[in-house]
């Protein structure tokens, strides 16, 4: 069946550093690929997709691309601030439901980036 | 209402309670979504409806769980006879019927605690 694996965490990083989340996937048919972003205190949101390969998402700095041919779609930021903060949700669309998303996501990443 | 609105924020049962749990969607939207999130883990699918219709309930754990949505806006997650593996926070979400890029919004959940 359709799976994410997420990298690790906790993650802890300081300010201004280089991100990057790795997840990849197991799917079958030609998913869509999401991140999504818990703030503490706060509903997940979502930060960025890609619909199809080679497709690059990017919101707030965040940047991941789809890659068929190793399956993955690792979230990265070139300088991360203390805002940045949260557990970060990698997740692909799965059985479509009457043409609804049904998301299976990864375990989450918390990310704490140091001032 | 500005976004998916979940209550109670938290909920505390001992084990061989019932409990329900609400969700007001976003006005308007078609689809809404029931998720389960263990501690620690990313949010798994639990049932899902387009108006009133339950058009998939593969993700309910056991038959103690039951959803409705009688008037296709509000929605009831109902546990009966609650154990401690039901502790989790449960969130909702809904979406307009546009397909599959109908992006996802969440409440900010409903953290169960069973003791």
């Known amino acids: 069946g359709n799976s994410v694996t997420q990298m690790e965490g906790p993650v802890t990083l300081s300010e201004e550093a280089f991100l990057t989340i790795n997840c990849t996937y197991t799917?079958?048919?030609?998913?869509?690929l999401f991140w999504y972003v818990q703030y503490p205190g706060e509903g997940l949101q979502l930060l960025l997709k890609a619909t199809k390969a080679d497709d690059k998402g990017s919101n707030k700095g965040f940047e991941a691309t789809y890659r068929k041919e190793t399956t993955s779609f690792h979230l990265e930021k070139g300088s991360v601030q203390v805002s940045d903060s949260a557990v970060y949700f990698c997740?692909?669309?799965?059985?479509?439901?009457?043409?609804?998303?049904?998301?299976?996501f990864g375990q989450g990443t918390r990310l704490t980036i140091n001032p | 209402g500005a976004g998916v609105s979940q209550s109670p924020r938290y909920k505390v049962a001992k084990r061989g309670q019932d409990v329900a749990l609400r969700c007001d969607p976003i006005s308007g939207h078609v689809s809404l979504f029931w998720y389960q999130q263990a501690l620690g883990q990313g949010p798994e699918f639990l049932t899902y409806f387009q108006n009133e219709a339950q058009l998939d309930k593969s993700g309910l754990p056991s038959d103690r769980f039951f959803a409705e949505r009688p008037e296709g806006s509000v929605s009831t997650l109902k546990i009966q006879r609650t154990q401690q593996e039901d502790s989790a926070v449960y969130l909702c979400?809904?979406?307009?019927?546009?397909?599959?890029?109908?992006?996802?919004?969440f409440g900010n959940g409903t953290r169960l605690t069973v003791t």
């Open positions: 979400a809904s979406s307009t019927y546009r397909g599959n890029n109908s992006p996802l919004h």
């Open positions: 799917a079958t048919g030609y998913p869509s």
């Open positions: 997740a692909l669309s799965g059985i479509l439901i009457q043409g609804a998303q049904k998301l299976v």
